[in-house]
């Protein structure tokens, strides 16, 4: 089972790049982040005519997030459990039915910046929810992952640049400490199982030729379960996605699992 995570950054300006990439990499689920459309105005045809079930968590303008998946899904859940107040969709989550059941949460986790200040007293927050629950997951012993945009660049080699990014809330030792405390729970980093060294990049902006003098940074992971790490066949990056027509600034990331 192919499962990719996608910043699309805006599902009207990707409606043609989106379905021309799944046409090519045939994943069989994707978690979307930043689809910046309420549900209802999300454009479902492109991907059911493409045999997928649509599940989003929109929100006018900036957010989003959505499960496109060729197999059933069951146990759909909106929004990171823990603040009632918190109104951003950033999280949804469901369960894969196939020959193993897979629980899949897709996340796009607060940037943070300007940081210090409020907007990063809110990532760090999140990030403590996200904590647990990861926690809960791995109390179910159950294949499960954790998938998106988390903003956060785990390690020096995950930056063309590190130093341009020191004082940056996607670099801050207490969002990478915050991350580390998720993994130490016992995930797998996906990526990092299967590929080390530098240069390998999910971002890159749209200023500055970014792309073109490969200036990205690492900021979309999947961290897997035991019990689905277990299953991992491999872990890819579509880097060239970001060269193409009307690009994303976030190319999808993709594991293959032995489902």
């Known amino acids: 089972m192919k499962i990719a995570t996608f910043n699309i950054n805006g599902i009207k300006a990707r409606i043609d790049a989106l379905p021309r990439w799944l046409d090519a990499a045939e994943p ?3 978690l ?56 951003h969709a950033r999280w949804i989550e469901a369960t894969v039915i196939g020959k193993t059941a897979l629980r899949i949460c897709g996340l796009y986790l607060p940037n943070g910046n300007p940081a210090p200040g409020p907007k990063y007293d809110y990532k760090l927050a999140w990030m403590d929810r996200l904590h647990d ?6 109390a179910c012993e159950e294949p499960a992952l954790m998938a998106g945009d988390y903003n956060i660049i785990p390690q020096a080699e995950d930056a063309a640049r590190p130093d341009a990014w ?31 060294g530098p240069g390998h990049y999910s971002f890159w902006d749209y200023q500055a030729g970014a792309w073109n003098r490969n ?6 992971h999947f961290l897997l379960t035991p019990q ?28 293959d699992l032995d489902i």
């Open 28 to 30: 069989d689920v994707v």
């Open 32 to 87: 979307l982040q930043e689809i910046k459309s309420v549900d209802e105005a999300f454009p479902r045809a492109p991907f059911e005519d493409r045999g997928y079930t649509v599940e989003t968590h929109g929100q006018k303008s900036f957010n989003g997030v959505a499960i496109l998946s060729k197999h059933p899904l069951e146990d759909v859940i909106r929004g990171l459990p823990g603040d009632d107040d918190d109104t």
């Open 133 to 138: 629950r990861a926690r809960a997951l791995l």
């Open 166 to 196: 020191r004082e940056d809330a996607l670099f801050r030792p207490e969002s990478r400490a915050a991350f580390r405390r998720i993994l130490n729970l016992g995930f797998t980093e996906a990526f990092r199982a299967r590929t080390q």
């Open 215 to 220: 200036d990205g940074i690492r900021i979309d």
């Open 228 to 255: 689905c790490a277990d299953l991992l066949r491999d872990c890819g990056i579509d880097a060239a996605t970001r060269g193409e027509e009307k690009p994303s600034d976030h190319v999808p990331v993709w594991v």
